[in-house]
Structure formats: structure tokens, C-alpha cells
């Protein structure tokens, strides 16, 4: 089973996380021909190699050259849904961008039809989650699995004011995923990044894995770490469930052996794939 592993070890943007899966191999041109799909002009996206903390990775920048409006949760939907986008382009992405309104709303005590969008419906935000819907798109992997968030620390300035981090809307959107706090005094999960788990991960424990192919994906802020993703791409092995299984059952008497050693048996057994063990004393 092809697979997607999100090591999020310096958190989760929508930039880093379109910038590790190109760095891991996505066809830049395909992206971007898809993203040209949207009904969204005077933008300039360019892809560069970096390097920070000597490891080399892929940075994504989108330039805006106008100021762009505000945008309703209905306006957006409307520019996605009147693309030529594939259908599972267009869905995920309005599912992602439902799951920022529905936070924003309950942070600022408003319904999802008033929430202005700001920073997440400018340009940026925008290709950032249709970018991110398309990816999955080309690369097709079956399961996303996603390691535990690191939250990051301290204080942001925003249209808001000066807020906490994680920003309100990001701890909404990471209810029920396991997080945690630090490791530097900086966002680490913005509400975009945030958003996008939150659509696209099945899982956060990974079972073993076969890798193919690592990117690195790099914010545009200088931290104390680096501050990019690692995307991990390759196989899981579906293990079959116990119905399509054929199950041997191996049964033995054990004569001189001291009963210390049954607990160190039992580990053993279970630990190279016994699916149970059972001991009896026979008098």
C-alpha cells in the first residue's frame, strides 16, 4: 500500500507541507498547470532550492502583486467549485477550507457565513490548500499517516492583535490529534497547516515502512531548528485481516522446564507473531 508519513518536527504550514512533497518528487509543472485551473490572476509562485541548518530542501513563495479582497466562505467555494479541477481536487479543498471557517467562527462568536477570511482567503491560502488537494491528487498515496504536533510557544501579532500560540483557531482545528507544546517560542502549526491534517491524515501511528522517496519542506521564517517538514513516501504492507487469514494452531508438552522461563516463552512467541499464547499445568 503506497503511503504518506507527515514528520512534522518543526510543526505544519501550507506552504512546507507543498514544499516537502515537491522537494519529494511532485511534478512541479503538473501542479502548477492545475493550480492555473483557478480563476485567480497577479500572482507570481516560484520553487527554489535551499539550504538552512545544512540540509537541503525546497521553499515555496507566492508573490501577490495586488492587494486582494477579503473573501466569504461562499465566495471561495465559488472559485473552486466554477474551476475545471477534478472532482477530488474541488472537494477536499472545500473541505478544508469549511474546517478553517468552522474554527474561525467558534473562536470569534460568529456563524460561518460571516467570517471574513483575511490572511487564510488571500491568494496564498488559496493555492496553499488547493495546491496541497492537488498534490494528493497527483501522488495518489492510499493512507496518510501524521506524527504528533509540535504546537510551538509564545505570542504572534495579527489582524487581531497580538494572540497566543497556538493561534485560537489552530487549537480548535487539532482537537482530538495528539499534539504538543514547544520546542521553540514560535507557530509551528499555523491554521492552514492545521487544516490540512485535519483533512487529509487517516492516521497518527505509523506501522512499518518501507521508504521511497524524503522531502524537505521549508517555511520562510529562520528558527533556532529547522523549520521545515519531512515527508516520508512509500509502502506499508497490508497485513490481511483475521477472516482472510488461514490460522495454524501448534499445541506441545514441555517436560524439566523451569516455570520462571514461561513468561520470557510467552513474550517471545507473541513477539515473532503468535497471534495467542496459552499455557496449562498438567498435574
Known sequence: MRVLFLDCFAGISGDMFLSSLL???????????????????????????????????????????????????????????????????????MVCFRYLAEAEAKVHGLTVDKIHFHEVGAVDSILDIVGAATALYLLKPQKVYCGTLPLGGGYIKCQHGTIPVPAPATVELVKGM????????????????????????????LPPMHVDQVGYGFGSRELEIPNALRVLLGTVKER??????EINILECNIDDMSPEITPYLQERLLKEGALDVYIQNVG
Open 240 to 245: 490481511p485481516s483475521l477472516k482472510e487469514q
Open 178 to 205: 495528539p499534539v504538543k507544546m514547544g520546542p521553540v517560542n514560535n507557530e509551528l502549526v499555523t491554521p492552514t497547516g492545521a487544516a490540512i491534517v485535519k483533512t487529509f491524515v487517516d492516521e497518527f501511528n
Open 23 to 93: 522537494d519529494a518528487g511532485l511534478d512541479r509543472n503538473d501542479l502548477l498547470k492545475h493550480l492555473k485551473l483557478i480563476d485567480i490572476n497577479d500572482y507570481e509562485f516560484t520553487i527554489s532550492s535551499v539550504n538552512s541548518h545544512s540540509i537541503t530542501g525546497t521553499r515555496v513563495k507566492i508573490n501577490v502583486s495586488d492587494v486582494q479582497p477579503h473573501r466569504h466562505l461562499k465566495d471561495i467555494e465559488k472559485l473552486i467549485g466554477q474551476s475545471t479541477l477534478p472532482h477530488f481536487i474541488k472537494e477536499k479543498s
